[in-house]
């Protein structure tokens, strides 16, 4: 199945797709993306800007315990080639409700292959076996690929956040 994961729960470790790994970005990526460096195992045009907001954020937060290190972004990684193409992430850890907001993108490159598709069904099965009942995401209101991206993995649109943007939950058993 192309988004199940062998990660029973989430970890430090990959979840791993049918094509996918999803590293947890490490101290060492988090500085490469704000010191503006790329590394090898990155394709071109990889971070994003978008990633490097991400990275900002994340070195803004206290050193990460353990128990917070499945909750830090990951990068998407094709295995058949060996480097990411994008991030796909929690916003932070769960809240009282066992909910999470999630976001993902990719280079322009790697867009159009169902990598997207395959990363959040990834981390969506992977929240699950963690004990999360709802994942939630937005999108900006004329990104319709990504708006597919989230109901191909079965969120429902669910009105709009404050700022106007689209906003999609899927409830997990």
């Keep these: 199945m ?73 990068h998407i990684v094709v295995r058949e080639i060996g480097l990411a193409v994008g991030s796909v992430g929690f916003f932070g850890p769960p809240g009282p409700d066992a909910s999470v907001e999630i976001g993902y993108g990719l280079v322009e490159g790697a867009r159009h292959q169902g990598y997207a598709s395959e990363a959040v069904a990834g981390l969506v099965a992977a929240a699950q076996a963690a004990g999360i009942r709802l994942v939630v995401a937005h999108t900006l209101p004329d990104n319709v690929p990504s708006q597919a991206v989230l109901l191909r993995n079965r969120f429902l649109p669910t009105g709009r956040n404050e700022d106007g943007e689209p906003r999609f939950e899927r409830r997990l058993p």
């Excluded at 978008?50 to 954020?57: E, F, K, L, N, P």
């Excluded at 070195?59 to 128990?67: E, F, I, K």
């Design 2 to 74: 192309t988004g199940a994961t062998e990660t029973a729960a989430l970890s430090h470790l990959p979840v791993r797709t049918a094509r996918l790994d999803l590293h947890v970005f490490t101290r060492e990526d988090v500085t490469a993306m704000l010191e503006g460096r790329r590394l090898p195992r990155w394709v071109e045009g990889y971070p994003r800007e978008d990633d490097v907001d991400v990275a900002r954020h994340v070195a803004s937060l206290p050193a990460p315990g353990p128990q917070d290190v499945p909750w830090l972004p990951r």
